[in-house]
């Protein structure tokens, strides 16, 4: 501001109103050079101090426009109000911008609606875009200019030379990255990334991959992979990339979600996704053409080749199977190996036809053999599979058996074969068993003689081993070669000697041939000897066949004494209904200090009820076995397939002593439970816990001695809990709820009905089963009463009566219709109603009259009765809700009938027709009369007619007896009240005679509460009768000691 004869400094500007975003400050700078200048804010400062550039603005704000006015004056006059505006520049350049969509290989300008300046300070500066990061799929060029840009200027922008120009690759994203720059200013803005959507033209034809072609097995199916069928696209994903095929020759092509349904067409997805298989049917050689489009383009006509292999099992081992006579062989691969040429399921052998000596047993189940029909590879090459041998009444040196076998694998064709098996003594795999027929030895008293006779040694199987035509020229010859140590060898009454140490079969069968024990200490003896055929009566030869060398032991034992002792500690056999289990040492075991096991007998003196004995080897029946039987486990119980328990009686001998009977109890397990359960069991609104009883659920096995059940719960409830003892549980038993200490609940209140899955166990069967769970509803229900038809019956607590579920909870109940009845539906009645249907409403709507059932006219019905019935839910704060049914009947109205509820509307020409007529002719009061004025007819069935008639007689009496009661009362209390006022006696309580400081002891009035306890009575606004006015006091008379107004 200038002025002339006025110097700068005299001229004053003084801040007003000071700047909102900023501050005005004056810089200083202290006489020290070397200090830095200072800051400090004022009010005022002069012309002077703005031509040396002192006054300076200091922004808070990054940007905006501010403002702040002063005051001008040089001592005489001022210039008032002058306003200063302020813009203040952001410190980095604001550039604003905006992505764009472009198509494949096009161009799209650069121009300010993509990069804008939105700063006016900086869009007319100098402003240069330098390129960070340039586009991965296209170029930024000026037009008419091939070469890419680093950088560009802003008017280059604003005149729309700048292009970017995309190379038509098959993307459908790009962006690039720039930065603005004002070198002026030393200024430039954040990073701005523009992002490019590329709309993608389908211009590229589908190009086939793979087309390898598919095999598998006969009649099986198999995937169509991608690695088999490929095409791709460059410009369309593998959804829309379709596949168009003709009929296989040789099967179908579907999806693995519907296998049954053949399919035309499919998708590279679906390919890529593993959902495409092909079915074989037909020929092993097929075919299918197809051709692939885009939607814009077609491939050529391809064909897939379909070749199908033959899936074969093969025996890959045939060999035979030696035995050992009496013995267990294993089936090894050695002998029996089979192979197929694919990957299929695992090879099961069946025995179709089984080994007549013999019989095929498994060791891979429970780990005792058993007698099995099949059997597969896994098995066999486990080692569990054996062929055992059962030994036959008369002698033989060697037998051929076989078994035929029944090879699968599916899908391949089923395979015969046949394992020939030979039993014989010359088997090397005997394992220091006898080659004798019999070689069991001799058991003898010390000091005594015993016969050998041909059931302790017999070698008549050698006899066997030659031609039947030739055995009765021949003779078993025996040769002793090491005589007994302890004892000597006795044939026909002579000692044998080393002279002449033979003897024949003969003499052992004519029990010649006997041991004497010299009795010498020691238990054990025993004489080797050789055994061959002979010439018969030609002397002894020269060995020219078999010759068996072995040794025949014997047991020397004292004398007989003790006698045999059972030890066994468990004397109940389990065995499994219908089943069989061996006798072990577990339950018949003894101890004889004299005698062997082979020597100790049991004798059955009665035996099983249930079952039979039998031996495993023999498969007979028996009554009498040795230790040593069952030691081996050659005694075997067979259950006759019956529930009742049983016992055998037996007896011990070891041929001069003999025990007590014994008792060796029965029990068998059941094999399976017979399971009753009720089909749902019902929790009451309100309960806290429902017992569940045997009528609901109960687990038996059908014997008189029930075994212990458990419930295992494998499906855990949603919404209820199974508890024992109130408390939750996974498991309980059958005891448990014959005690009573099982039950339900629902611990969520969310939900009518609920399942929990149950499985019940008993110690050998067990059967599963789904128990459902209900609420029921806690509501008061008529028994089917009658409605007439064409009416309006209201809804009250005699239909509906929720009030003990309200007690309970303490809120108001709701109903919810979810199923309505035939003809009748539910609406509002009442002030302000219009009879409005109505699904849902609560227990105080019925108990306040304001809910109904509308029952419409049923023509076709005519005199006859109609079942109907209406569906709900009943829900309550705090209990689950229950579903529940109302079942009622209608009729054709008649006027002089009772039914089971009050009636708001009837026909309006009810009384000139009869039932059967047809009253609601008239379709504006849809199937109705007017309304019933009179008083409401009701009854509560039809059935019971006279006691609906007498509780209406009550209805209409016990009103008028309490009106006349209370007008009694009234008058006998209007009596009183005249009586004591003639007598002018007052309820008003005495003052002490001597008041203290001139105010009485006691209250002499009683406060009285205007509510309800004083009747009102409106009282019109007329004027007053003048004559009465007179009588009426119009001033407060002057109050006495001790009174007071009232």
Request: contains cysteine; hydrophobic residues 35%.
């Amino acid at each position: 501001v200038e002025q002339p004869d006025i110097l700068p400094s005299e001229m004053v500007f003084t801040i007003r109103d000071p700047p909102l975003r900023g501050h005005v400050v004056m810089s200083s700078h202290p006489t020290d050079s070397t200090a830095t200048p200072t800051l400090d804010y004022v009010d005022s400062f002069s012309q002077e101090d703005i031509n040396q550039n002192r006054v300076v603005y200091v922004s808070m704000a990054q940007e905006g426009r501010d403002t702040f006015t002063v005051d001008v004056s040089n001592g005489f006059t001022s210039l008032e109000d002058l306003q200063i505006e302020v813009d203040i520049v952001p410190r980095q350049i604001p550039v604003k911008a905006m992505n764009f969509t472009i198509s494949e290989g096009g161009s799209v300008a650069i121009n300010s609606d993509i990069l804008n300046i939105t700063h006016p300070f900086y869009s007319y500066s100098n402003v240069d875009f330098t390129m960070q990061q340039p586009p991965s799929h296209g170029n930024i060029q000026l037009i008419d200019d091939g070469d890419d840009l680093r950088s560009f200027t802003w008017d280059e922008v604003k005149q729309g030379l700048v292009y970017y120009l995309h190379d038509s690759s098959e993307t459908t994203n790009d962006s690039f990255t720039l930065m603005a720059f004002v070198s002026e200013l030393s200024r430039s803005s954040q990073p701005i990334t523009v992002s490019i959507t590329v709309l993608p033209i389908n211009d590229e034809p589908p190009i086939m991959m793979r087309n390898t072609g598919l095999e598998l097995l006969v009649g099986e199916e198999a995937e169509i992979t991608a690695n088999m069928l490929t095409t791709e696209d460059q410009d369309t994903p593998p959804e829309e990339l379709i596949y168009s095929i003709e009929v296989p020759s040789n099967g179908i092509v579907a999806l693995k979600a519907s296998p049954d349904e053949s399919i035309h067409s499919f998708t590279q997805a679906n390919l890529n996704n593993g959902e495409v298989i092909f079915i074989h049917k037909g020929s092993q050689s097929g075919e299918f053409g197809f051709t692939v489009t885009d939607g814009e383009h077609t491939s050529p006509l391809y064909s897939f080749i379909v070749t199908a292999r033959e899936l074969k099992i093969s025996v890959e081992t045939e060999g035979e199977l030696i035995v050992y006579p009496g013995t267990r062989q294993a089936i090894t691969s050695e002998v029996l190996k089979a192979v197929i040429n694919e990957d299929g399921d695992e090879i099961t052998y069946r025995v179709v036809e089984r080994p007549h000596l013999g019989r095929v047993v498994s060791t891979a189940r429970r780990n005792r053999s058993e007698e099995v029909s099949s059997f597969t590879q896994s098995e066999l090459e486990s080692g569990f599979v054996f062929y055992e041998h059962k030994m036959p009444t008369q002698p033989f040196w060697e037998v051929q058996d076989s078994m035929k076998l029944l090879l699968s694998s599916h899908p391949a064709p089923e395979l015969e074969h046949t394992v020939p098996i030979t039993v014989s003594y010359n088997a090397g795999t005997h394992s220091g068993a006898s080659q004798l027929w019999r070689n069991a030895g001799l058991s003898v008293v010390r000091g005594q003689q015993e016969v050998i006779d041909s059931s302790k040694l017999d070698a008549s199987n050698l006899l066997a081993s030659v031609p039947e035509s030739e055995r009765d020229a021949l003779e078993i010859v025996y040769e002793v070669k090491k005589f007994p140590t302890h004892g000597t060898l006795v044939l026909g009454g002579r000692d044998l000697t080393q002279e002449a140490p033979f003897f024949l079969q003969e003499d052992v069968e004519k029990k010649d041939l006997e041991y004497l024990h010299k009795g010498m200490d020691g238990t054990s003896d025993d004489f080797s000897f050789s055994v061959r055929l002979n010439p018969r009566r030609q002397g002894m030869q020269a060995p020219s066949g078999i010759t068996i060398e072995e040794t025949f032991n014997i047991t020397a034992k004292h004398e007989d004494l003790s006698p045999p002792e059972l030890v066994t500690l468990d004397q109940l056999l389990e065995v499994l209904q219908g089943s069989s289990t061996a006798l072990t040492k577990k339950y018949l075991n003894t101890i004889d200090e004299d005698n062997t096991p082979n020597e100790v007998f049991f004798v059955v003196v009665k035996g099983p009820t249930n079952g039979r004995l039998v031996n495993t080897d023999s498969g007979k029946e028996i009554s009498r076995f040795t230790q040593e039987d069952v030691n081996v486990g050659r005694v075997k119980f067979i259950s006759d397939d019956s529930l009742a328990d049983g016992f055998m009686e037996f007896k011990v001998s070891d041929g001069t002593h003999s025990t007590e009977t014994h008792t060796l109890h029965i029990g068998i397990l059941a094999r399976t439970l017979i399971l009753a359960r009720a089909e749902e069991i019902q929790v009451r609104q309100g309960d806290d816990e429902t017992p569940i009883t045997e009528l609901m659920l109960k687990a038996t096995t059908g014997r008189q001695s029930e075994e212990e059940v458990l419930y295992k719960i494998t499906n855990i409830p949603k919404y209820a809990a199974v508890m024992v003892d109130r408390q939750p549980t996974s498991a309980f038993t059958q005891k448990q709820i014959k005690e009573g200490r099982v039950s339900v609940r629902f611990i969520k209140s969310t939900s009518p009905r609920d399942s929990v899955a149950l499985l019940a166990r008993s110690r050998a069967a067990n059967v599963s089963t789904v128990l459902n769970i209900t609420t029921k509803p806690l509501v008061k229900l008529p028994n089917n009463p009658v409605l007439p038809r064409a009416t309006t019956v209201l809804v009250d607590t005699n239909i509906l009566d929720a009030s003990a579920l309200a007690n309970k909870t303490r809120a108001t109940p709701s109903f919810t219709i979810t199923q309505q009845p035939r003809g009748t539906r539910f609406v509002r009645v009442g002030a302000g109603a219009d009879g409005q249907q109505v699904s849902t409403f609560t227990q105080r709507d019925i108990e306040e009259g304001r809910v109904a059932l509308e029952i419409l006219n049923d023509t076709r019905a005519g005199d006859q009765i109609r079942d109907n019935k209406v569906q709900f839910l009943l829900s309550a704060h705090g209990v689950p809700p229950a579903e529940g049914t109302l079942a009622f009947r209608t009729s054709p109205y008649n006027a002089s009938a009772a039914y089971g509820g009050i009636l708001l509307k009837v026909p309006s020409d009810s009384s000139k027709k009869t039932p059967g007529e047809d009253s609601s002719s008239d379709p504006k009061h849809r199937g109705y009369g007017t309304d019933a004025l009179k008083p409401p007819t009701r009854s509560p069935d039809s059935r019971k007619p006279l006691v609906s008639r007498r509780n209406n007689l009550w209805s209409i009496l016990i009103p008028i007896l309490v009106i006349l009661l209370l007008l009694l009362l009234a008058g006998m209390l209007a009596y009183y009240l005249v009586r004591r006022n003639k007598t002018g006696k007052h309820d008003v309580q005495n003052v002490s005679a001597k008041p203290k400081n001139g105010e009485p002891n006691q209250e002499t009035f009683r406060k009285t509460d205007a509510a309800n306890t004083i009747p009102m009575s409106n009282v019109d606004s007329k004027e007053p009768d003048p004559e009465l006015l007179q009588h009426c006091r119009t001033t407060g008379p002057a109050l006495k000691k001790n009174q007071y107004w009232v």
